[in-house]
């Protein structure tokens, strides 16, 4: 598939905004660590509704005319989609109301307030759930027919989540031992869900020009493809990454987000380094946005089958 920038910055800035609102309201409903002060809780609230706005307005961009925007929210009924941009739309107004309570209170684990929360930070998981069922339930690409999509959006916005709300502790003075714990368990979770992900991808399997066109008896190849220029089909559709520049990409991921924020994180626990804290962010989001482009670029969908691929 062709790698749109604006749907990698979707899923990539709104899952991990979503994923600390969502932890944001945990924290604070058990207490844990103590929760976290107003100023925390103000800023990481700010940054949850930062990173899903960047994210919500990249999507725009994908759009041949943006002004028909609002059309997406109307088959709610039927389309992931149109689920997830209502459900993305209904976590507004919960989490700038906890905003509010909590700038005017100074109150964020009162009851109200954590009601708030909680209605935010649970919108913001159903969302990432309908984003990775976007693209669970096209049975036209194999690499994304599977539960392990939605349940690696989840642990990516989860992981990203949890280090952006460590680095936020950490830098507004206080320690961070759990969250960051808590950052650095949810992202081996995103290696090894990772890992078992591009192991299924990688298996040969899936359909073939052969059951495309029906002849499973002999060798199908195709002499002529019916043009002799890219179509909208090709450039869409026929993206392909050479397996050596796949596995480059993949270790650039690994790297980025897993190896590095690791090494970082423990260093911030152990010396209360805001700084270290702050390379983890970086890297994390850097590391999964390099997985974004690769779960798009990897993904193949069966029309190829029409234009010379003997295997998607």
Known sequence: MHPALAVIFLTLFSGGGFGLMALVATVNDLQIDGGLNPLQTLVAVLLSLLLVTIGMLSSTAHLANPRNAWRAFTRWRTSWLARE?????????FAIAYLVWVHFTDA????????????????GLVTIFCQGMIYATLRTIRQWNTALVPVNFYAMGLASGATFLALIRMALGGKATFLAGLAMAL???VAVLKGIYYFWIGRP???TIHT?????RSRVRLLDQGHTFGTF???????RLPREQALG????????????????????????????ALVAAVSVISGIGVERWLFFVEAQHVVNLYHGRQRC
């Open 187 to 189: 992202i081996i979770a």
């Open 233 to 239: 089909l090709t450039q869409e559709f026929g993206h």
């Open 205 to 207: 399997s899936g359909p």
């Open 212 to 216: 495309a066109t029906g002849f499973n």
């Open 108 to 123: 964020p684990t009162a009851p109200a307030g954590l009601a708030l929360a909680s209605l935010a930070g649970g919108l």
């Open 249 to 276: 990409m993949k270790t650039v991921m690994y790297v980025l987000a897993v190896v590095i924020p690791l090494a970082t994180l423990a260093v911030a626990v152990e010396d209360t380094s805001a700084l270290a």
């Open 85 to 93: 941009g209502v459900v993305a739309v209904l976590f507004y107004p």
